[in-house]
C-alpha cells in the first residue's frame, strides 16, 4: 500500500515558478514509475509529466515540455515537479500518482493517486 500526499501549491502570477512535492509513505515506492497529472474545472484530468522508478527517464505533455521538470528521490520517497515559467492554462488541481507502468499518459494505469494540491496562474 502507497500513501501519497501532495504540497507546495498556491497562486502565482504568470510567469512565476512553483514546485510541488508528493511525500509517499510505504516501503514500495521505489518499485513505482511516478507521475503527474492535473484537472481543470470543467475538464478531464490530463497527464503532464512521468518518471521511471529509477529517475533514468521522464516524459512531458506538449503543453508543458520544456518548462516542467519531473524528479524523483527515492531514498526521501518524494517526487518533485517544478514548474516555470506558468501560464494562466496552467491553473488546475495537481495530482501526483504511482503506476507499475514505464512513462504512462493514462491515468487508469495508475494504481495510487494523492490528494491534490491547487495550483492558480493569475494573468
Known amino acids: 500500500q502507497v500513501q501519497l500526499v501532495e504540497s507546495g501549491g498556491g497562486l502565482v502570477q504568470a510567469g512565476g515558478s512553483l514546485r510541488l512535492s508528493c511525500a509517499a509513505s510505504?516501503?514500495?515506492?521505489?518499485?513505482?514509475?511516478k507521475g503527474w497529472f492535473r484537472q481543470a474545472p470543467g475538464k478531464e484530468r490530463e497527464f503532464v509529466a512521468a518518471?521511471?522508478?529509477?529517475?533514468?527517464?521522464?516524459y512531458y505533455a506538449d503543453s508543458v515540455k520544456g518548462r516542467f521538470t519531473i524528479s524523483g528521490d527515492n531514498v526521501k520517497n518524494t517526487v518533485y515537479l517544478q514548474m516555470n515559467d506558468l501560464k494562466p492554462e496552467d491553473t488546475a488541481v495537481y495530482y501526483c500518482?504511482?503506476?507499475?507502468?514505464?512513462?504512462?499518459?493514462?491515468?487508469?494505469?495508475?494504481?495510487?493517486w494523492g490528494q491534490g494540491t491547487q495550483v492558480t496562474v493569475s494573468s
Open positions: 510505504g516501503r514500495t515506492f521505489s518499485s513505482y514509475n
Open positions: 500518482a504511482a503506476s507499475l507502468y514505464v512513462g504512462s499518459r493514462k491515468a487508469n494505469e495508475y494504481t495510487y
Open positions: 518518471v521511471s522508478r529509477g529517475g533514468g527517464a521522464t
